[in-house]
């Protein structure tokens, strides 16, 4: 079964860090970019950061430049999301979701359950 | 960066009737290969997304052929031919066009589809 399970989530406070995880399943891993999509309590889905399959190119949104790092380890098929300087407006679900192929867009075909992280004081 | 808008933003419907949503970005997305790079998405109520079109046109697996995705350029529209009660939920664009080196997505702010 293709499967992504997320994990890490939690309350932090405002300035705070947080790791997410991201393991995958049930597919190779390796083919695929991957992305993290967030969702705000009561809000729309908001894309926010994208990852090659080798790292070598990793693109974000303006709002988590430089505060947020995606990496990847291919050989324990997983995905992360390092957060740091974290805002209130960071408080969100956040999802994980295998991207495309680099000679394949497919669009972002299979999503994780989501993981919640509260930014509060 | 790509802006995505979609209307309406809430859509009462009548199980077996048509429905229509839009969505309209701020460029193009239609790439030289030919294929205009906008996906469409359902999120039901608790779940997360799911895809139902992707490159514009392209049903993905399992998704009933009721749903169909057209347009191209910068309009683009999903049309559901019957509705079904298990069709609600909010519904959203997102392009995923790659452009001069750049790898970005963009998701349109969502039309909730809800039962009359």
């Known amino acids: 079964e293709v499967q992504l399970v997320e994990s890490g989530g939690g309350l932090v406070q405002p300035g705070g860090s947080l790791r997410l995880s991201c393991e995958a399943s049930?597919?190779?891993?390796?083919?695929?970019?991957m992305s993290w999509v967030r969702q705000a309590p009561g809000k729309g889905l908001e894309w926010v950061a994208i990852?090659?399959?080798?790292?070598?190119?990793?693109y974000y949104v303006d709002s988590v430049k430089g505060r947020f790092t995606i990496s990847r380890d291919n050989a324990k098929n997983s995905l992360y999301l390092q957060m740091s300087s974290l805002r209130d407006e960071d408080t969100a679900v956040y999802y994980c979701a295998r991207d495309r192929r680099p000679a394949e867009y497919g669009g972002l075909a299979v999503w994780g359950q989501g993981t919640t992280v509260t930014v509060s004081s | 960066d790509i802006v995505m808008t979609q209307s309406p933003l809430s859509l009462p419907v009548t199980p077996g009737e048509p429905a229509s949503i839009s969505c309209r970005s701020s460029?193009?997305?239609?790439?030289?290969?030919?294929?205009?790079?906008v996906d469409w998405y359902l999120q039901k109520p608790g779940q997360s997304p799911q895809l139902l079109i992707y490159?514009?046109?392209k049903r993905a697996s399992g998704v009933p052929d009721r749903f169909s995705g057209s347009g191209s350029g910068t309009d683009f529209t999903l049309k559901i031919s019957r509705v079904e009660a298990e069709d609600v939920g909010v519904y959203y664009c997102m392009q995923g066009l790659h452009m001069q080196g750049l790898q970005t997505r963009t998701f349109g702010g969502g039309t909730k589809v809800e039962m009359k």
């Open positions: 490159l514009g046109s």
């Open positions: 460029q193009s997305l239609l790439h030289s290969n030919g294929y205009n790079y």
């Open positions: 049930g597919f190779t891993f390796i083919d695929y970019w």
């Open positions: 990852i090659s399959q080798v790292s070598s190119e990793k």
